[in-house]
């Protein structure tokens, strides 16, 4: 996790970044909604005036969206005075609540201090990555209440009103309490922060954590159990309520948005357990599939979006996020998840409602998906600096790279992408057939068929017992071992014939960690086992490596990959799988954290739910 910062927690669109004390003090930290940061301090003070300074004895965040602290004064072997905090977040503020207990047998004094203010920052201002010079937000204190009020350049206005209990003082900066308690005497002090946010003015019902849970009684038992209930808990927590469903943000903190390619692997490893969550996240994705070609934010007809973002960057395209379509595999992924659903529900109605974008869809992966018409499905990196120049799953820019290290240049055309592609394909052609188009479905399965057949032909590199990673803009195979080639197990691409040599390369020393798959070979020359993409260890990568598996009959060998992510996750303090860790081999030590991973990732808690499936005989 990134040491900066300790408590992250999450409900809907608001998220809250702080310290370990679940404090919000410097740089990132804030409270967040939409896309803004509401609150950037937010901080108690314990001014004690009798004994010492309060210590911290433990904290917990038993769910997503709730910490709950225990602080105390200590004299000699005993407490004297404690201090309980529980903060709980909601779609739109906060309520943080503290009981004061004198447990000694003398008077205690204490005083107590609230820093709040609000800069309303862009989150991609307040992580450094863009500047912006902006009036200080008002502050208007009366009594018990505190409100910041701040204008945005396009004219949208929000109101962050703080509301504490009667013993408070408030002030333009936050809250003061001046507390004398006799022996045994217990008070509770209460602060209730609100967002008045226009973009959420009409919030939908969310699911409930107990509802939620109900839809995994059936699950098969876990070899961890407390880490799967963390997991179910971290998906309801992720969930996204908007007017076509619930959808599941990419991760927390920075990541509270809709995904395209996150939310469909999400709702696909969900599959069978919450079809919602699929019927969500398609509906939601169809409403804002691209109508247009706009290169700025790389829209195309057809095309299904990278990433939604509601802040005043985004708002005023100073950023491509309002609707960012920098993704190749997010279109092919709406439709085997739409197939997904179908087969999962055994109901054909989502599909005709959905008729006319994933027709869509299949016109963007010809017409636009295939750029030099050979068949294959690239993109070609962006080249300005608005967008990503890797657009596949592996988005960061050294992901793509020869033998000798050489990053890969030109329109790229991806391994996993043409299988994903391929899956699309078929799905089509079942559709077709399904609602009565015979002559349809041929020519999507003949399409699917030509595909599946130069794909082995062009990318299976046989010296390495692997496919290829990519082809570059000239043609030329990126000639790695990668866990790429594992995904295509999973879209049904490989040939049976080769199946056996591929599998031993993705358990071979070069690629298998005890942990999971690593992302590059260990042989390889830019293999960094602390990078993000070039020998890490994700493990949603390596759950989707072990549904693969279990589809082609390697069933021994995905309950392998499941034992090793359960492993992973309960060697975690918080028994979560980290968005990806560092791909050093298992040994007695523990495994190594990337500095700045996601915590909790929606797709790696789905991977916990998916992996059950893989029980069982051979």
Known sequence: MDFRF????????????GDRDAH?????????????????????RWLPGDGPEPQTLVVATPRPDVVHAHHAQIEGPSQTVA????????????????EIENTSNERRSLSLELDAAADFADLFEAR?????????????????????????????????????????????DGADWELSLAPGERVRLRVAVDVAHPLDAAPVEPIGYEAWRRGFDDLPSAPHQGVLDRAVDDLRGLLLFTPDGPVPAAGIPWFVATF????????????????????????????????????????????????????????????????YFGTVDATPLFLTLLEAHRSATGSLDLVRELQPSWEAALRWLVDFGDRDGDGFVEFAPATDGSGLAVQSWKDSADSMSHQDGALATGALAVSEVQGYAYAAYRAAATWLELLGEPEQARGWTTRADLLRDRFHEVFWQDDLGTYALALDGQKRALRVRNSDAGQLLWTGIVPVSHADRLVAELFGPELWTGWGIRTLGSGEARYNPVSYHNGSVWPHDTALIAAGLARYGYRTEARRVRDALYDLAAAQPDLRLPELVGGYARDERPPVPYPVACRPQAWDAAALVHVLAFDGND
């Open 6 to 17: 300790n408590t992250v927690l999450k409900e809907h669109y608001a998220f809250f970044v």
């Open 24 to 44: 919000v003090l410097t740089g990132e930290h804030g409270f967040y909604v939409r896309d803004t940061r509401v609150l950037s301090r937010y901080a108690w």
């Open 83 to 98: 201090l309980r905090r529980t903060l709980r977040i909601h779609a739109s503020g906060l309520v943080d609540e503290v």
């Open 128 to 172: 450094g990555w863009h500047r912006v010079d902006r009036p200080p937000a008002q502050a208007e204190a009366s009594g018990s209440s505190l409100t910041l009020n701040h204008t945005a350049s396009d004219g949208v206005a929000s109101t962050v009103r703080l509301s504490f209990d009667a013993l408070a003082a408030a002030r333009p």
């Open 260 to 323: 395209g390619r996150d939310a469909l692997i999400t709702a696909h490893l969900l599959l069978p357990y919450q079809p919602g969550v699929a019927a969500g996240t398609l509906r939601h994705l169809a409403r804002h599939q691209g109508t247009k070609v706009d290169a700025y934010r790389a829209e195309e007809p057809g095309k299904i979006l990278h990433e939604i973002r509601f802040g005043e960057l985004s708002r005023t395209d100073r950023v491509p996020h309002r609707a």
